[in-house]
């Protein structure tokens, strides 16, 4: 794979991406050192919960309509007409499944289980921030199916930014966890409300279309990565359902704050890979297309470790500068997150390849293998260890799944693990032109 067929088109579209991924991923981690030191661990760890539970409820209620999207605008060639009917369809459908799953989880008190109040209220605004996240969703990948990078770029920066603006709202208006809560809601709801009508104006799908034939095929395709995205987020973020069960909003607010700082490790795989998709949907060459999962794998990995290594060498340091002294014990917690985040970015380069090829059944025995070394050693590490115990499920879960996708990777490319995973001087190259490509597009901002 030559480094001019990466300068051409992919790492072009990383370049710009990767900009606003990273101006995102600033303002994103200003909003989590604001509320950690606002609202104090007991009160970040209730704020964090709650988003965690948009996001499980966002993919639950979210049938893999955003891949199946780009996948039918790109392979099927399905009229984007059609796409956004149905996209709305299941719009429609979600808000109301997931309105009453809401109730019915009020009424048995299971709200209350995973350590939310049980408050009527802050129900309304997970609905509200669920259905409004969703649809978001939805229309990304209407966005991504007709690469439209530079808007998707342009609305990532506008998303962080107005969180930003409802969190520094938090001191002059509500000094509370519900304030907040609403607060950030709404600046969700706005957003989405801009996104989608934005997207609208630029495809003009006036003659909107419904085909219950098209949905069905797209829920069939959808529900594969349904399932794996849905294994996948529980795999990362479902360790605060765990914590509030057995544990104490406390320690979900350590586990929450070292989570934060993970996400610099994570940035790398999950912008390349969110790119990755739409050139392997549009890729004809079977063999280009394995040459570049594997060298994208190889440079992320490359990437994610040395960043790994900074971090855990100025772990103390840095977690007291920024979040204070009360979140001393968020230490040894990231510590043994950084390690897992690491090996996690083998699977979140690989699942793109086997979406794009439609053979999720390899991503999704994967996760599901990781969930349940997630789910047996959560259960029995978190009741003894709390966060760190967390943090350690976390490890051994992302290395399971790991393990196991580049196994699949390596036995259905023909590629060896050596040349998926170890780098040489070529990819140390492509390592540079992946910083030069988005740093040059954020100096240009």
């Known amino acids: 794979m030559s480094l001019n067929y990466f300068k051409m088109g992919f790492m072009q579209s990383i370049g710009v991406f990767g900009s606003s991924k990273v101006i995102s991923t600033i303002i994103i981690f200003s909003v989590g050192v604001l509320t950690a030191r606002i609202l104090s661990p007991d009160g970040r760890g209730e704020y964090a919960l709650f988003f965690t539970i948009v996001g499980l409820g966002s993919n639950l209620s979210n049938p893999g309509i955003s891949q199946a999207n780009t996948y039918?605008?790109?392979?099927?060639?399905?009229?984007?007409?059609?796409?956004?009917?149905?996209?709305?369809?299941?719009?429609?459908?979600?808000?109301?499944?997931?309105?009453?799953?809401?109730?019915?989880?009020?009424?048995?008190?299971?709200?209350?289980?995973?350590g939310l109040r049980p408050d009527a209220f802050w129900v309304l605004l997970l609905w509200i921030a669920t259905i409004v996240t969703f649809s978001e969703i939805s229309f990304s990948g209407l966005v991504y199916g007709h690469h439209l990078y530079q808007f998707q770029s342009k609305s990532i920066v506008i998303q962080a930014t107005l969180i930003l603006v409802s969190t520094l709202l938090i001191l002059p208006i509500a000094v509370d966890v519900t304030g907040a809560l609403w607060l950030r809601t709404l600046a969700l709801t706005l957003f989405s409300v801009w996104y989608v009508y934005s997207f609208w104006m630029r495809v003009k799908?006036?003659?909107?279309?419904?085909?219950?034939?098209?949905?069905?095929?797209?829920?069939?395709?959808?529900?594969?990565?349904?399932?794996?995205?849905?294994?996948?987020?529980?795999n990362y973020r479902g360790y605060f359902l765990i914590l509030?069960?057995?544990?104490?909003?406390?320690?979900?607010?350590?586990?929450?704050?070292?989570?934060l700082l993970i996400e610099a490790v994570r940035f790398v795989p999950d912008?390349?890979?969110?790119?990755?998709?739409?050139?392997?949907?549009?890729?004809?060459?079977?063999?280009?297309?394995?040459?570049?999962?594997?060298?994208?794998?190889?440079?992320?990995?490359?990437?994610?470790?040395l960043v790994s290594l900074i971090l855990f060498l100025i772990t103390e340091p840095l977690v007291v500068f920024?979040?204070?002294?009360?979140?001393?014990?968020?230490?040894?917690?990231?510590?043994?997150?950084?390690?897992?985040?690491?090996?996690?970015?083998?699977y979140q380069v690989m699942t793109r390849y086997f979406t794009s090829i439609a053979l999720q059944k390899f991503s999704i025995f994967s996760a599901i293998s990781a969930l349940f070394v997630a789910v047996l050693s959560s259960s029995l590490l978190v009741p003894i260890f709390e966060a760190s115990g967390a943090a350690t499920a976390f490890c051994l879960s992302t290395v399971t799944s790991s393990i196991l996708i580049l196994i699949f990777f390596s036995r259905t490319s023909g590629l060896s693990v050596y040349k998926i995973l170890f780098v040489s001087k070529g990819d140390i190259q492509l390592a540079y032109e992946f910083f030069k490509s988005f740093y040059f597009k954020l100096g240009k901002k």
């Not at 034939?213 to 959808?222: A, D, N, T």
Request: charged share 15%; net charge positive.
């Open 72 to 114: 039918f605008l790109n392979k099927e060639k399905i009229l984007p007409s059609i796409l956004v009917g149905n996209s709305i369809f299941a719009i429609l459908v979600a808000s109301t499944l997931w309105g009453v799953l809401l109730l019915i989880a009020l009424k048995i008190g299971l709200i209350e289980l995973i």
């Open 205 to 234: 799908p006036f003659e909107l279309s419904f085909s219950f034939r098209c949905l069905q095929k797209q829920i069939g395709f959808g529900l594969k990565n349904w399932l794996q995205n849905l294994v996948g987020i529980i």
């Open 244 to 259: 509030g069960i057995f544990s104490s909003p406390e320690q979900i607010g350590y586990f929450s704050v070292a989570l």
């Open 271 to 305: 912008t390349v890979g969110t790119i990755l998709l739409p050139h392997l949907v549009k890729t004809k060459d079977s063999g280009r297309a394995k040459e570049l999962v594997a060298t994208t794998c190889r440079v992320s990995l490359f990437i994610t470790f």
């Open 322 to 346: 920024i979040f204070g002294l009360e979140y001393y014990e968020a230490i040894k917690v990231l510590q043994i997150l950084l390690l897992g985040a690491m090996f996690g970015t083998i």
